[in-house]
T-cell receptor, first 115, second 109 residues
Framework: DAGVIQSPRHEVTEMGQEVTLRCKPI?????LFWYRQTMMRGLELLIY????????DSGMPEDRFSAKMPNASFSTLKIQPSEPRDSAVYFCASSRLAGYTDTQYFGPGTRLTVL | RKEVEQDPGPFNVPEGATVAFNCTYSNSASQSFFWYRQDCRKEPKLLMSVYSSGNEDGRFTAQLNRASQYISLLIRDSKLSDSATYLC??????????FGDGTTLTVKP
């Protein structure tokens, strides 16, 4: 079975541009998570969905960030307008359930550089 | 204070050595605990869950001390391939995981 798929793998953009990151979770997984990883802040949970519905977006840094999950097999994370401090690796993860012991499987990440 | 704290290292050990990492967490209501491994420029991957009674998976042993709010990971007979960053993960409630910043291990020949 294919793992979590993310695109693009690398994105370089200029400050002020809109950036859209994409994720396809593992088939049959009902939970989808977006994380951001930086050297300064480590791995942070931005938002997660259950059955396409956002459950907790308290980690979304500000209004410039938005996430959607229009169906069970696709999610986007959008940054508009982008800023240099948004440069990070963005990971998408999915899990079948979200119980205490359920494993989250991570995608390969999108490495974003905002100039 | 961070919710999950780890010694960042780096730990530099020779092949065959035994090395231990500790991780402390602040939320006493946390229910589940994990160790993830992250190779350079790769995604985190589950190494093992940590059970209350402690658990072992080959050369890896995980322990949980709820009273002191820390978990540990012991690696015996280190291999070159064990070189990675090890992330401590605490799940205070279903759905939300908090990751430590990771401990970097380098195993040298």
């Amino acid at each position: 079975d294919a793992g979590v798929i993310q695109s693009p793998r690398h994105e370089v953009t200029e400050m002020g541009q809109e950036v859209t990151l994409r994720c396809k979770p593992i088939s049959g997984h009902d939970y989808l998570f977006w994380y951001r990883q930086t050297m300064m802040r480590g791995l942070e949970l931005l938002i997660y969905f259950n059955n396409n519905v956002p459950i907790d977006d308290s980690g979304m840094p500000e209004d410039r960030f938005s996430a959607k999950m229009p169906n069970a097999s696709f999610s986007t994370l959008k940054i508009q307008p982008s800023e240099p401090r948004d440069s990070a690796v963005y990971f998408c993860a999915s899990s079948r359930l979200a119980g205490y012991t359920d494993t989250q499987y991570f995608g390969p990440g999108t490495r974003l550089t905002v100039l | 204070r961070k919710e999950v704290e780890q010694d960042p290292g780096p730990f530099n050990v020779p092949e065959g050595a035994t090395v231990a990492f500790n991780c402390t967490y602040s939320n006493s209501a946390s229910q589940s605990f994990f160790w993830y491994r992250q190779d350079c420029r790769k995604e985190p991957k589950l190494l093992m869950s940590v059970y209350s009674s402690g658990n072992e998976d080959g050369r890896f042993t995980a322990q949980l001390n709820r009273a002191s709010q820390y978990i540990s990971l012991l690696i015996r007979d280190s291999k070159l391939s064990d070189s990675a960053t090890y992330l401590c993960v605490v799940r205070p409630h279903a759905g939300k995981s908090t990751f430590g910043d990771g401990t970097t291990l380098t195993v040298k020949p």
